[in-house]
């Protein structure tokens, strides 16, 4: 068999497909690059004006899946989303349950405004005008008339009871006292005793008369004090309308588009006359929160709390990295003063949800599912289409903490949660609602297929990686280079790897070395240098396998030939880093029943699919050599020098190639190494890194010495997979190393045995010569040695029965 050529072991990026010089000549992406499934997903999700249709996209970390979508939304155009401002104010009515006005985006901080400034001028303005000499002397008028009808009537009272030789005292404030007089002194209990009985009479019945006559009066005072109060009401209404009516009418024709607002400032007006101690006397309450909240100091009651803020004509995008409970519904501040407790509306503080009302809220689905009380509330603002600001302390404790209960907020939102694929099988498998709820999958891809004008595409993503980062812009040739490792990466040679963490990191440290070297562009020599610094930091662990090679401890072979030995090929991963290892298969036959021992699964050393692969292997051999008479063979398989599991089924045809040498007592070469899996009908099967198991054995090949006839077998299936190192391929170039590709396991062995593996006629029979004829012919003599003992010892039983 031919040595596959150089071309088929690398792809390289041809330049001229690339039509610029540098990527600042190339516009950042506007969409995500390689997701059209995803994108369209996406955008079906967005402008479905229906609930439920909420977004989770699937893909392992590391995507981009964010970034990808932050994009997009940046540049979607979206009409349907309404975006407004929202606000609290006070509830005169029911201060516990704050009002909740909505209103154009922009309009809330003019409101917000206009109130600060109403409020700023009556804060000076009443108190003035309150102490000014006209409103006293107002006032003073009222409480004068109030006085003199109070005096008048207390005096005719007073008048009667004189004449009656009874006195009316004053005892409390509203309270009076009917007393018998003895001249110009009051009775004692004493004196009032010593009278005769018809004196003390007549005096019980003058204070009678007088006190229902008393009552009256008291009547009437009470009423003239309630007018006296209606009147003092109505100067301080008319007063304080003098002052702000004018204000409060241009606020109310400014706003009367908008009925919330209409109708909370016209309870205000009314409000702020019942409530004018408010700007007279210093409320230490209302000082406490002003400063505790950091706001100013000005009367809280009437001030507008402006929840969300939002730029006319922008839909917010909220990305949420942090979705408690607090950050994600928003929750009301608490003041401590002097050892009490207390809020109102103007400490409530908005949450996520709030701020990206109208427009797209961005989370992480596991951080939300880790949250306590988030997952079932966000599906309860979800399904009624509501903001609803919730005490979580009521509901964490069985204490009945007096709170508020703010008005709840119109909810029109589109959600996107970020997750891996086995979060959403679970949210399916588990949570009724979620189907309901996220009825978009926006399945994102690892790859993108590779041609000429992806590679466009995906040099414009490379430069908008650059200019998202703030990286110095790339050369054509190391475009072409990111775009080589890109494929490297996808393990494929016609695909891109869409993994953009990947290919961030590898920008921003090929940004480092041009830096170092005071380049002012990336270039190709930038990227290779970023690539082996990063190799050679990872690889502490992988050179410390070669340096047990390179001291003998491993024994691995290079050169030669042995029965029952074939060179494997595997994969070690030391967490991001993965790498090529050899591995001495090996194999011995002994007299059995035909059973193959596999020591790794005895001593459970071997995983399932490892298992699964021997046994495969085991029933092709039973296939070609046993099917009409029993295989008096038996075998046992191991990886020498393996303390640890092993698993994955790319060794089987290594493996049987062993069993094949040891059975046919045929030497196999040493200086080739074979990895690939196998099925019943002898095709060899792709496997996973075959460029690491390849650069492995050349690398073990390089320390033991290259002689120029050593190499690697890979199954065809993965040639479409090779991008081998540049080290790999100056061997090959040089006729240093070779890479064979074989599809049925009868080329392997014939390539590691160096003679044909045979084909059967119609009889069953192997040509001379062949690997097969050799064990057909073991097999043979086996048989034909177990004819002759059964005979034999058939023969000994007969003569011992006629003795």
Same mark, same amino acid.
């Given at each position: ?81 309404? %975006? ?16 909740? %006005? ?27 005008? !309150? ?28 008048? *009667? ?38 004196? @003390? ?62 109708? #909370? ?63 994600? !519904? ?40 880790? *949250?306590? !009380? ?14 609803? %600001? ?67 595409? #995906? ?28 494929? @490297? ?101 002994? #007299? ?8 790794? @699964? ?21 296939? @070609? ?40 007592? %045929? ?13 019943? !009908? ?26 120029? &006839? ?15 190192? &540049? ?77």
């Amino acid at each position: 068999m031919k040595a596959l050529p150089l071309n088929q072991l690398y792809k390289a990026c041809v330049l001229k497909d690339l039509p610029f010089k540098t990527t600042r000549q190339l516009d950042p992406l506007a969409e995500i690059v390689g997701q059209n499934r995803a994108q369209e997903a996406v955008r079906f999700a967005l402008s479905m004006p229906h609930g439920g249709y909420n977004v989770y996209a699937v893909g392992r970390n590391g995507l981009g899946k964010r970034s990808m979508m932050l994009r997009y939304l940046e540049h979607h155009t979206d009409e349907e989303h309404r %975006i407004h401002d929202w606000c609290y104010v006070a509830n005169f009515d029911e201060p516990r349950v704050p009002r909740m %006005i909505q209103l154009p985006a922009g309009e809330g901080a003019n409101l917000k405004h206009d109130m600060e400034k109403l409020m700023s001028r009556l804060v000076k303005m009443i108190p003035q005008t !309150f102490d000014s000499d006209a409103f006293l002397e107002r006032a003073e008028q009222l409480k004068n008339e109030y006085t003199k009808k109070q005096e008048d009537e207390l005096e005719k009272v007073a008048n *009667q009871a004189r004449r009656k030789k009874v006195s009316l005292t004053l005892t409390t404030p509203g309270g009076y006292r009917l007393v018998a007089m003895k001249g110009d002194e009051p009775h004692t209990v004493e004196t009032f005793a010593e009278l005769t009985e018809e004196e @003390r009479d007549r005096f019980e019945d003058a204070i009678n008369k007088l006190e229902k006559k008393l009552r009256q009066s008291v009547r009437k005072i009470a009423d003239w004090e309630q007018e006296y109060a209606e009147k003092q009401q109505a100067l301080n209404q008319e007063t304080l309308e003098a002052i702000s009516g004018r204000q409060i009418d241009e606020l109310v024709k400014r706003y009367e588009k908008e009925p919330d607002v209409v109708a #909370y400032l016209e309870s205000m007006r009314t409000d702020l006359a019942e409530n004018l101690d408010i700007f007279l006397d210093d409320d230490e309450d209302q000082v406490a929160i002003a400063y505790a909240s950091l706001d100013k100091k000005m009367p809280r009651r009437y001030l507008v709390n402006l929840l969300v803020h939002q730029k006319d004509g922008e839909v917010p995008v909220v990305v949420e990295d942090n979705p408690t409970y607090h950050n994600l !519904f928003g929750y009301v501040e608490n003041v401590t003063f002097k050892g009490t407790v207390f809020t109102d509306y103007s400490l409530i503080r908005p949450g996520s949800l709030h701020r990206a009302n109208g427009g797209y809220l961005l989370m992480d689905a596991i951080k939300v599912l880790e *949250q306590p !009380f988030v997952w079932d509330g966000l599906k309860r603002a979800l399904r009624s289409r509501t903001i609803s %600001i919730n005490s979580l302390e009521r509901e964490l404790t069985l204490s009945g903490t007096i709170s508020l209960e703010p008005e709840a907020i119109p909810l029109n939102v589109k959600i996107v949660l970020f997750g891996d694929r086995e979060t959403w099988m679970l949210l399916q498998e588990y949570d009724p609602e979620f189907a309901e709820l996220f009825r978009v999958t926006a399945d994102f891809e690892n790859e993108m297929r590779r041609s000429s004008e992806s590679q466009v595409l #995906y040099a414009k993503f490379i430069a908008s990686l650059v200019h998202e980062k703030g990286l110095l812009h790339c050369d054509r040739k190391a475009v072409a280079r990111v775009i080589e490792y890109s494929a @490297r990466t996808a393990e494929h040679q016609a695909r891109l790897s869409l993994h953009a963490a990947d290919i961030a990191n590898l920008l921003r440290e090929s940004d480092y070395w041009a830096r170092q070297a005071k380049a002012r562009l990336i270039h190709a020599e930038h990227v290779e240098k970023a690539l082996t610094s990063a190799r050679y930091r990872s690889s502490r662990i992988r050179d410390q396998f070669f340096d047990a090679i390179r001291d003998g401890a491993t024994l691995v072979t290079t050169e030669g030939k042995r029965v029952g030995q074939v060179n494997a090929l595997s994969v070690l991963s030391t967490g991001g880093f993965e790498f090529g290892l050899s591995n001495r298969v090996t194999a011995t036959c002994y #007299y059995g029943d035909g059973d193959v021992l596999d020591i790794e @699964r005895d001593v459970k050393l071997g995983g399932n699919i490892h298992s699964k692969g021997v046994m495969i292997l085991s029933a092709w051999l039973s296939s @070609r050599f046993a099917s009409k008479d029993p295989m008096h063979l038996s075998a046992s398989l191991t990886f020498e020098q393996n303390y640890g599991e092993v698993d994955g089924d790319s060794a089987s045809v290594a493996e049987l190639c062993a069993l094949v040498s040891a059975l046919s007592e %045929i030497p196999v070469r040493q200086d080739l190494a074979i990895t690939g899996s196998m099925n019943q !009908f002898g095709e060899v099967q792709p496997i996973g890194g075959a460029n690491e198991k390849i650069e492995g054995f050349y690398e073990t090949c390089r320390i033991k010495g290259l002689n120029g &006839s050593q190499g690697a077998i890979v199954p065809k299936t993965n040639v479409q997979n090779l991008m081998l190192d &540049s080290e790999v391929l100056d061997a090959v170039r040089d006729g240093q190393f070779h890479i064979y590709a074989v599809s049925t396991v009868e080329e392997a062995i014939e390539l590691l045995l160096g003679k044909p593996a045979g084909r059967a006629d119609r009889k069953g029979n192997y040509s001379r010569g062949t690997v097969f004829a050799a064990i057909a012919k073991r097999l043979a003599e086996l048989r034909e040695r177990e004819r002759q003992e059964h005979e034999s010892h058939d023969g000994a039983a007969k003569d011992s029965t006629i003795h």
